[in-house]
Every structure is written in C-alpha cells, then in structure tokens.
C-alpha cells in the first residue's frame, strides 16, 4: 500500500510543467498557494495583463487540490436550506447560482480550455444512512423542487439497487448535477493555462513574512523575496504563519481516502451500474465514487485531526468500504492518503482582507468548484472588473478562544458522533 495520493500517482506531475525559477524584482500581483485558488486568481489576472507570481511552497497543486475525492456538485457546505434561513431568500438563492456558476467554471476550463480532466456529469447520489433520514431527503427534494425550481430523484429502497450493488442504505436522491473528475490533470491542466497567459510558477518558495514597505508588499521567501502591489492568500487548510492572523479564520480538517485495486467491468457494473458520485448522510460521512480507471475510491472523516497514521485510516475505510460492499473483501487497497480542508465556524466560505492581504478559503469539503470560483472572483475584484462579491459580503466569524490551534476538535467529534447516533 502506497501512503501518498492515488491522483498524483496515477498522473504525476508533468516533468515540463512550465514552472520558472528566476523570481521577478516586482509584480502587480503575487500569490500564496499554488492550488485551485491561487491558479484560478493567476489565470483571471493573467489574462487581464496583470503581472502575476505564483509561489508555491511544495510543489504546483500539492494540497488538497491533488487529494480530494475527485467529486462536485451544486451547492455549498451550510447547504442551501440553511442559507436562506441565515441570509433569506434573494441572497440565499445567489449563493445557490454562484454553486452553478462554478460548476459551469469547471466546464470552461475542460471545453474552452481544452484541461482533460476526465469530467463526468452522471449525477450524484446521497444516501440514506437510517430509514429516518430517506424521510429527510424526501422534505429536502420538495424544498428544492419548490424554493429552487431544481429537480431531484428520491429513490425508494426498492429501486436502490439499480443504483448501488449494496443493501446498507435505506434510499437516497439522485441530483442531476453531481459530477466526477481526475484532481491532479485539473489542477496541473490549470496551471499550464494560467502559464500560457504569463503568469510565473515558483516552486519550493516557502512564504516567511508579507510587510508593506511603502506603496508595496514586499514578500520575503526562504529563498528570496520580491514586490507585489497586491498580494493573496490562497492556503486554505494549509495557512501557515505567513499571514499570522489568517489562521485564527479558517481551522484545518483531515479528510483521508484509499482506493483499491482497478476492478473488473463486472464488478464496477455491480457497484455503481449509474457511475454516480455517491455519499452517505452521516454528520460524518462518506463519500465514494469509482475512479476513471475502474477502482473504488472510498473517503471520509475518521476523526477531524490532520494527522492521523495513514495505515490507522486504511484499516478504518476499508472496514466501512466493506460493511457497505462486502464483495471487494478480497480486493486489495494501494493507496491511502489524506489532505487538509478548510472549514470555518459559520460553515461558509469567505473572501476578505486581513493584514493587507487579501484571501479566499473556508470551503468546508467542496473546494472543488467553490475553490475555482472564490479564486476567480478575487481575480475579477483585483483587476476591477466585479466592484464586490458575494463571498465578501458577508462577515466572517471568529472566536477568541481559537489563535489557529484547534484544540476544541475531539470535542466537535464527539458532538457529530453523537449527532449520528441519535439521528
């Protein structure tokens, strides 16, 4: 078992990614990160002419861009219901469209700019963890078929098996919307086109402090330093001390995968005859696809921490891999691996500005459409062609009690854990 991403193992980084390896003395703009944020606000700028740095402390998509489950959908994580009970029914709607608008970003970037990601729009499946909560999804598809004109399927117990090769689950929705792709030839993909309008990738460029010195940030690197009249912050989950008072926004989460061994066409037939992207209903979760190349990937939160073994993890998904799919008991797991999701205490993700930096983060597990977008939307703010966002618009809550240590996080466990219990 290899303990590293399946993503990037399959497709490696690309040995002529156009990565450069001078820093230039100034640019308009310089970004921290080199993931889905940092390279959708380097294409947006780029494009507009702006001068643009991309540093990258690792190496170009080397975070949760590269170690995610490789599914999106419509939607964001407080969930849309949620969002037009805290910020009523004009702005909760918008929020809802700008999950579209994503998703349509992510089809920008395959047709218009020819990224072979293996994209598959077969729709997602949420499943009904305990007969009570198919009676949830039941409320929810009137909801959205009444405040959102968005069609979804119930599907009954009875007909679940035309659905998913399993009798653990108790029926589910279908949303048309839901899709799948291959992380690592996105995120490498995006970063040749932001290449190709000309802004710079810097590698192995560790951040160690952002100061303005006159009309300038200046950025100092392990390595070096240059100037930016702008600079963002696009870590997420992997904020460091850069920009001290960003961590005290956003609190890193594990989120762990394995994936077995390709199967046969058979056998994939018969665990996922529809291909769709799939989930359980558990506060804490499971998600669940089969990869492009016919292997079952299976992710989840074992516990909210960062840092556990990833042979601990192994054991703990593929024992819930098998409960659900006793039929791959003799299917081995090659990879196991985890990344770092950025969650935030309103649930909500956020565009901002803190200590002369501007950021975008907190996308609680569905970075993979809300990343591009917030990336994309800080471009267009700092280049002047949107005068303010959405994901600005709304306040950002902190607590005292939390300086970027999420020590509070067993106690969030224990909560959720309970939460799935009683449900």
Known sequence: MITSSFWTDDYSRPADLPVSTELPEKVDVAIIGGGFTGLSAARTLAKAGASVAVLEEHSIGWGASSRNGGITGPGLKMGTAGMFRRYGIEKGTQFWRASLDALDLIKELVYQEGIDCDWEQNGDLSLAYKPSHFESMRKKADWYRS???????????????????????????????????????LVFGLARVAAGYGAGLFEARRVTEVKREGGWQRISLQNGSLSAVDVIAATNGYSGPAVPRLRRKVIPAGSYCIVTEPLSAELQAELSPQRRMLWDSKWFLNYFRLTPDGRMLWGGRNNLSTSMSLERSARILRSGLLRVFPQLAEAPVTHSWSGHLGLTFDLMPHIGHVDGVHYALGYGGHGLHTALLLGRELGRLLT?????SLFEGIPHKTYFFYRGVPWFMPLVEAYYRYKDWIS
Do not use: C, M, Q, W
Request: net charge negative; no cysteine; proline share 9%.
């Open 147 to 185: 405040n959102l004109d968005h069609e979804v399927r119930l599907v009954p117990p009875s007909e679940l098996r035309n659905e998913i090769g399993s009798d653990a689950y108790f029926g589910g929705v279908v949303d048309p919307l839901g899709a799948g792709l291959h992380p690592a030839k």
């Open 384 to 388: 002047g062609e949107i005068t303010t």
